[in-house]
């Protein structure tokens, strides 16, 4: 029942009238730094998981096994409804099937599943898509591998830069027609690309990144966007901070002397200190 609710809080996310700016998190620490911060919902992006999980680029080199242990940690810390990049489902229509029912018993309130040919084609330098059909045969797998009907399956994908504009509207109104509670779109540079998106199907939108012309969410609320991604700038910010402090702590200098350091406070914040110490008081009998 409480990953329902987060489920539910989603929904009427995207059944609203506003577009929100989701915080990118990527493990138990950031989650909970994005609740504490007043977040509506996080996004556990593709590229960031392979990152914090492996320390490799985005290229389809993350299993679903260690996508969905990263959600389950997550999960089990906040209580903060969040979205996941699913990539293209780990394989055939199947293997999204089962791609669903992992990451719905680890706990994510939504996910996406994309079109994108993945792994990347031997001999094809430039990113391809699966079929129309082969896409639509994914979207259902993915609708039928769902036993939690307010889980949140979104149709994900590239076309509009990838092949077309029209290829785009093509995939979106089939993905529509399947059943998907929301669509996806990347790649979009011009209002008149969404525009023609927006006119052309009627299920919230989810934007994953725009153009500067596109950033007013009054805007994007009047397209039906009720998502918008901002990037991943929280990962970026936190390798720069570790390499900054690795570096000064190997030039010598003294971590008394350190800058950017989260506060005990904070930290105690993060790691829920203050419950940790009322749970060992209350079942262990330790004195505060």
Do not use: W
């Amino acid at each position: 029942m409480a990953f329902r609710k987060r489920r539910e809080a989603l929904r009427s996310i995207l059944n609203g009238s506003t577009c929100i700016r989701p915080g990118s998190v990527y493990d138990a620490t950031s989650i909970r730094i994005a609740e504490d911060l007043g977040f509506e919902l996080g996004m556990f992006g593709g590229s960031v998981a392979s990152l914090a999980v492996l320390g490799d680029p985005d290229i389809a080199l993350i299993t679903l096994t260690e996508l969905a242990e990263q959600v389950r940690r997550m999960s089990r810390a906040s209580t903060l409804p969040f979205l996941v990049d699913a990539d293209h489902g780990y394989g055939n229509a199947l293997n999204v099937r089962r791609t669903v029912q992992e990451l719905e018993a680890a706990g994510t309130a939504g996910l996406t599943i994309e079109d994108t040919l993945l792994p990347q084609a031997f001999g094809q330098a430039k990113t391809q898509l699966i079929s129309l059909e082969e896409g639509v045969g994914k979207m259902k797998a993915a609708l039928d591998g769902r036993s939690d009907p307010s889980l949140v399956i979104m149709g994900r994908t590239g076309a509009v830069s990838i092949t077309n504009l029209d290829d785009a509207i093509a995939r979106a109104k089939a993905y529509e027609a399947v059943g998907v509670d929301a669509l996806f779109f990347t790649g979009i540079k011009s209002r008149g690309e969404l525009e023609a998106l927006s006119a052309a199907t009627r299920l919230p939108i989810v934007l994953g990144g725009a153009p500067e012309e596109m950033t007013a969410p009054d805007y994007l609320a009047d397209q039906r966007v009720r998502i918008a991604l901002q990037g991943h700038a929280p990962f970026a910010a936190a390798t720069q901070a570790v390499y900054e402090t690795l570096k000064a702590l190997r030039d010598g200098t003294s971590p008394k002397n350190l800058k950017g350091i989260a506060s005990s406070e904070l930290t105690g914040r993060a790691m829920r200190e203050a419950e940790t110490k009322a749970r060992s008081g209350e079942f262990l009998g330790l004195k505060k």
